[in-house]
């Protein structure tokens, strides 16, 4: 946690942050708010490239309470880097305060992104986030998860629509994905990928990778080695 805001921007490699609420994954070309005084941890996933900007408290008063994530244009990738490079100490030179200026100007520009994985907050369905968490693959029945979380399929359902704003369905195949983007980066083969998350036919993971992403996973996968700003 600190007091500042942060901006974080990757170029190659993704990280991951987790909250109380949420975890993110910031990949190539995308670049995540983080509010002043939010709890997180981050975790990377192989190599990473990319820049971290911190932004004083009272400039972030128009900003979300709430962590998001946004496109990363080639224009705010070029400012970052050189701000990143010259914005150091207290004071700035007029130069760099304008190109300052000119970032916050277009990062509030870029479109945002609503590509979190929402946690509930009751230990009761966290007892069945954590163990999907652990294993994306688990292919117990909804009424096994039910029985965890000691509630009827009925409640369960309801309770998990109404703490994560998304169904159950759903939310297990975003935490895939989210997975898989993981594995990916690290270098692992889109075949063992698809069966490690729990897919039974490359074609469904396919499937379900490219609405979620834009991307093929062979596409996605080749990030890894590539460095883009947008």
Known sequence: MHVEGQLLGIESGVVGIR????????????VLWLPPRFCHEARSHGAV?????????????????????????????????????????????????????SFWDEFLSVPRRNASLPFPQSSRLGRVT?????????????????????????????????ETQMPFSIWKQRL????????????????????????????????????NTGLSPSDYGKQRSVRHLG
């Open 176 to 211: 895939r994905i989210l997975n898989a983007q993981e594995r990916l980066v690290r270098g692992e083969t889109v075949t063992s990928v698809a069966f490690s998350v729990g897919y039974e036919s490359l074609g469904a993971f396919a499937e379900a990778f490219k609405k």
């Open 19 to 30: 909250g109380a609420a949420a975890y993110w994954l910031v990949g190539p070309g995308s």
């Open 130 to 162: 954590e163990v999907l968490c652990a294993n994306p693959a688990d292919r117990r029945a909804q009424k096994d998860w039910a029985a965890l979380a000691g509630l009827s399929v009925r409640s369960f359902v309801r309770h998990f629509t109404a």
């Open 49 to 101: 490239a990319g820049w971290s900007l911190y932004v004083c408290p009272g400039a972030c008063a128009d900003l979300p309470q709430e962590p998001f994530l946004a496109e990363c244009s080639r224009l705010l990738g070029a400012q970052a880097e050189r701000l990143s490079q010259t914005a150091e100490g207290s004071q700035w030179s007029p130069p760099v305060a304008r190109l300052a200026e």
